[in-house]
C-alpha cells in the first residue's frame, strides 16, 4: 500500500481518533492519507521513509525511521528537592522506568552520601555507568540496550544461583560437606539486579514495540516473564532466610532423609522441572509439578504441626519450625511459577477471528 499525505482543515491530536477511507488510484495502488497535523509535529517532508508494522491483532502501527534512530529517553533529578535519603530509590525509579540518561542537578559539593547512593545504585543496576560529573552536575548513562539481553538468559540466571545457593543450603544444614555461605548477600544482590533488569526491559517493551520484536515477545508474554522473574527473586530471598539461619545456628544440623529437607529436595525437583517447561510448556507436567508441590505444602504443615504440639519448643525446635516455614513459601511461588507458565501457554493458544 503507497501512503501519501492529504492536506486537510481539521483539528486532530494524540490520543484522538480519525477516520479515513482508502482510495484506489490507478487502478492498482491503494493510498491512504495522513494527518497534517502528525505529518508536522513529526516533522515528515515528501519521500522520507515510515516504517509499517503489520500487528498480530491485524492493526498497522506507522513509526518515522528518523524518530526511532534518534530517540533518547532523558530524566532530570533535582536532589535537593527531595529527601537526601531517598536519592537512590528516585535513581531505580528512573532505571525502572526506562531512562537512557539520568541526569542528577545538586548544589553541594563532595556530598559524600549522594556519592554512596550513586555507587549502590550502579552496584544494583546493569548497563549503567557515570559519564559526567562536574559541579552541581552528574550524568549517568546506560550503555547497553534493552534487547540486548534476552529475557530468557536473565531468567536462567536467576534459577542457577536459586538452586546453587539451596544445594549449599542442603550440604551445610546436613554436614555433607563444608561448604561457604559467606557470600550470600553477592548471590541475592546479583538476582535482584537480574530482575530489575527485566523489569526494565518489560517496560521498555511496553513503551517500544521495536524492543518488544527484537526480544521475541508479545508485550502480554513479556509482562509473564516479568511475573516469573519476580517469583524467582521471592523464593531466592526465602533461600537467604534460610542460609542466614544455617549461619547464625552453625551447631545445628538436620537428617538428609528427615523434614523438611526432604520437602525442600522435592521443591528442587518440581522447579526444575517447570523451568523446562519455560521452553516445552507441556500442561500435563506443569500440573503434576503444581500437585506436588501442593503436597509438600500439606507435609510441611503436618511436620510443623507436631513440632509445635503443646510442648515447649527447643533452640531446635525453633530452628527447624523456621527453616521450614522458609520451605513452605519456596513451594507457594513455585506454583505461582506454574501458574504463569500455564498463562503463557494459553495465550499462545489464542485464536482471533473477525
Not at 62 to 90: F, G, R, V, W, Y
Not at 229 to 255: F, T, V
Request: net charge negative.
Amino acid at each position: 500500500m503507497k501512503i501519501v499525505e492529504e492536506m486537510r482543515d481539521m483539528a486532530f491530536g494524540p490520543g484522538e481518533i480519525d477516520v479515513r477511507k482508502v482510495q484506489l488510484t490507478g487502478g492498482v495502488t491503494y493510498t491512504l492519507s495522513l494527518p497534517k497535523p502528525w505529518i508536522e509535529q513529526m516533522d515528515l517532508s515528501p519521500r522520507d521513509s515510515i516504517r509499517v508494522d503489520w500487528r498480530p491483532s491485524g492493526a498497522l502501527r506507522l513509526t518515522p525511521l528518523e524518530m526511532l534512530a534518534n530517540q533518547e529517553k532523558i530524566i532530570t533529578i533535582k536532589a535537593d528537592d527531595i529527601p537526601e535519603e531517598s536519592i537512590h530509590d528516585h535513581l531505580m525509579g528512573a532505571y525502572l522506568s526506562g531512562a537512557d540518561s539520568i541526569r542528577i542537578i545538586h548544589s553541594k559539593t563532595g556530598n559524600r552520601l549522594l556519592q554512596k547512593q550513586i555507587r549502590r545504585f550502579l552496584r544494583n543496576t546493569r548497563g549503567f555507568e557515570t559519564m559526567d560529573e562536574s559541579d552541581g552536575r552528574i550524568e549517568l548513562k546506560c550503555l547497553i540496550s534493552a534487547a540486548e539481553m534476552p529475557l530468557n538468559a536473565s531468567i536462567n540466571r536467576m534459577y542457577s544461583l536459586l538452586t546453587s545457593l539451596t544445594k549449599d543450603i542442603i550440604s551445610v544444614a546436613t554436614g555433607q560437606q563444608e561448604v561457604s555461605l559467606t557470600d550470600i548477600d553477592e548471590r541475592e544482590a546479583e538476582v535482584d539486579a537480574l530482575l530489575y533488569l527485566v523489569e526494565r526491559q518489560l517496560s521498555i517493551a511496553l513503551d517500544s514495540h521495536l524492543v518488544a520484536s527484537a526480544l521475541k515477545l508479545t508485550r502480554n508474554q513479556a509482562v509473564e516473564y516479568s511475573n516469573l522473574a519476580r517469583s524467582l527473586e521471592r523464593m531466592m530471598d526465602h533461600a537467604y532466610q534460610m542460609a542466614e539461619l544455617i549461619n547464625d545456628s552453625k551447631d545445628m544440623s538436620i537428617s538428609m532423609e528427615l523434614p523438611p529437607i526432604v520437602q525442600l529436595s522435592s521443591w528442587q525437583e518440581a522447579l526444575k522441572q517447570l523451568m523446562i517447561n519455560i521452553r516445552t510448556r507441556n500442561s500435563f507436567e506443569i500440573e503434576e509439578c503444581r500437585q506436588k508441590l501442593k503436597s509438600t505444602q500439606h507435609q510441611i504443615l503436618e511436620f510443623e504441626n507436631e513440632l509445635i504440639g503443646d510442648r515447649k519448643l527447643s533452640k531446635h525446635d525453633l530452628f527447624l519450625f523456621r527453616f521450614s516455614e522458609s520451605i513452605r513459601r519456596l513451594c507457594a511461588y513455585a506454583r505461582d511459577f506454574g501458574e504463569i507458565l500455564l498463562n503463557l501457554k494459553l495465550y499462545d493458544e489464542i485464536i482471533v477471528r473477525n
